[in-house]
């Protein structure tokens, strides 16, 4: 190979290695995107289907898995209306829901039960979407849903006074 030739590969090379964990940490901020969006879509879902149905609708978060919203307004007959899972886009996401809750119960007003009507437990209020690989600074994202600020995604790494930032 001529010297030109070993120059050009010599280059080509080291813009390689300087993009490599740029795309690394591009595809991780794509997947906690995808799935943080998935999960306010399913959120906003049965709210939307509680409202529409004039009933009860939960949303249930499985965070190894992907999520579900069941309209549970005849609790012997729950009817599933949708699921989604994360291996969809996200499969490289960790989902941790706080305190460990993973249901939400949205009644036909679109308010949410202050306790969940199939468990008793108190709803989900708060999850936490991170990457599962390791790459430098990834854009963690957060879930909040709530009765003060509604169901919407936010920037944990914000102060809460910023617009993108978490209550």
């Given amino acids: 190979l001529s010297a030109v030739a070993m120059v050009a590969m010599a280059i080509f090379a080291l813009l390689i290695m300087t993009s490599v964990?740029?795309?690394?940490?591009?595809?991780?901020?794509?997947?906690?995107?995808?799935?943080?969006?998935?999960?306010?879509?399913?959120?906003?879902?049965?709210?939307?289907?509680?409202?529409?149905?004039?009933?009860?609708?939960?949303?249930?978060?499985?965070?190894?898995?992907?999520?579900?919203?069941?309209?549970?307004?005849?609790?012997?007959?729950?009817?599933?209306?949708?699921?989604?899972?994360?291996?969809?886009?996200?499969?490289?996401?960790?989902?941790?829901?706080?305190n460990a809750l993973t249901r939400v119960t949205f009644n036909g007003l679109g308010r949410i039960f202050p306790k969940n009507p199939t468990d008793n437990t108190n709803p989900l209020a708060q999850v936490d979407v991170t990457t599962s690989t390791n790459v430098n600074g990834p854009r963690n994202l957060r879930v909040v849903i709530g009765t003060a600020y509604g169901i919407k995604a936010c920037d944990p790494a914000l102060a809460n006074t910023d617009p993108a930032g978490c209550p």
């Fill in 21 to 98: 964990p740029m795309y690394g940490q591009f595809m991780a901020n794509t997947q906690i995107r995808t799935a943080t969006e998935s999960m306010l879509s399913g959120a906003r879902l049965a709210q939307t289907e509680a409202v529409k149905r004039n009933g009860t609708v939960e949303f249930v978060l499985n965070p190894a898995v992907g999520w579900t919203v069941n309209d549970i307004s005849d609790p012997n007959a729950p009817v599933a209306v949708m699921s989604s899972l994360f291996v969809a886009g996200a499969k490289q996401t960790t989902i941790t829901a706080a």
